[in-house]
């Protein structure tokens, strides 16, 4: 199946080469020369045969509005648009919309993985009509992990379920990832705990609070025990503090993700081995600029891809 896909950063680029090693045949673009393979949407377009898919990774708000309204203009009808950026779900009725009076198809989907989803696949959350989520099915098949399919991948509903679904995963993320640094903070804090990596690996395996994101603070930690010199600053990707609005809108009570929320906000401010934690786990799974000390002090002031300008990357896309 042919599919073009825009946005090259570092879920776009293992995604095209994940669909490329199943026999897909992919035309990516970039805002980096270096990365593309066509130099411009006009020639992307041109070269991909009717139907048309579409696949969109840029950063969320203004960069991905404004390339949906491009392929508006360039795609025929019965062509498709996949929006996997991490965009806040009330966007996508409105791109939908904007697609749909050219009878252009819209299909938003979450994308987890991060930067190892090339070998491990990436779950999948998708929003829109069922025609739609069923022409694509051979693109979603190959970038879900291997195994069954409702394992990997959900048509989670309507337009705009799929970053719905995601903003919800993210939210947990939050939660799951605090909890797992507090506890290294106590564990660090008790002089009697000679081996705190120790008490991490060892609850990888036969314990209820095992996970892939413990497996990858204990790599962490093996390869800097205390964290030293990891800067604690961590910053929030727009879906956390979605999913936290969406909680106040429907009444629904949040206290462990809201409070993973603000303890970024408080990260900005003093550093802690909690919150030095959660920048390594962000760093190992989602390939995110993690900071460093030097002499106490911040070395860099960078932003991170989560709320970077328009470029090539999408944010905690995990």
């Not at 739609?132 to 970038?143: G, K, N, R, S, Y």
């Not at 804090?189 to 204990?218: E, H, P, Q």
């Not at 790599?219 to 010199?229: D, F, H, M, V």
């Not at 800067?231 to 206290?255: C, F, H, K, L």
């Amino acid at each position: 199946m042919q599919l073009g896909m825009i946005g090259l950063g570092k879920m776009g680029s293992n995604m095209r080469e994940r669909l490329r090693r199943a026999d897909h045949e992919v035309l990516g673009y970039d805002l980096d020369e270096d990365l593309r393979d066509v130099d411009s949407l006009e020639e992307m377009v041109e070269q991909i045969q009717s139907p048309r898919v579409i696949w969109v990774m840029v950063p969320h708000g203004e960069p991905t509005t404004s390339t949906v309204a491009t392929l508006g203009e360039l795609l025929d009808e019965g062509d498709m648009v996949v929006e996997g950026g991490n965009s806040f779900y009330l966007d996508d009725r409105k791109h939908d919309q904007m697609l749909s009076e050219k009878g252009i198809g819209y299909v938003d989907c979450g994308v987890s993985g991060g930067i190892w989803g090339l070998d491990n696949g990436y779950g999948l959350m998708c929003g829109g009509r069922t025609e739609h989520v069923e022409q694509i099915m051979p693109i979603f098949d190959a970038l879900r992990p291997e195994g069954p399919r409702e394992e990997g991948f959900v048509h989670a509903g309507d337009v705009g379920a799929g970053h719905y679904a995601k903003m919800v995963h993210n939210g947990i993320e939050y939660g799951l990832m605090h909890a797992y640094a507090e506890g290294f903070e106590l564990l660090l804090a008790k002089d009697i705990v000679k081996d705190v990596t120790g008490c991490f690996n060892a609850w990888s395996r036969g314990t209820v609070v095992r996970s892939w994101l413990l497996d990858l603070l204990v790599e962490s930690l093996e390869k800097n025990p205390e964290l030293e010199g990891v800067d604690g600053y961590t910053t929030d990707s727009g879906e956390g503090r979605w999913t936290v609005q969406e909680a106040i809108e429907n009444e629904v009570p949040m206290p462990v993700i809201s409070a993973s929320l603000f303890a970024r906000f408080s990260s900005r401010k003093d550093n802690s081995p909690s919150m030095q934690a959660v920048a390594a786990l962000r760093g190992a799974f989602g390939g995110h600029h993690v900071r460093m000390l030097d002499d106490g002090e911040a070395v860099v002031e960078e932003k991170d891809a989560d709320q970077a300008g328009p470029s090539s990357g999408t944010g905690d896309a995990t």
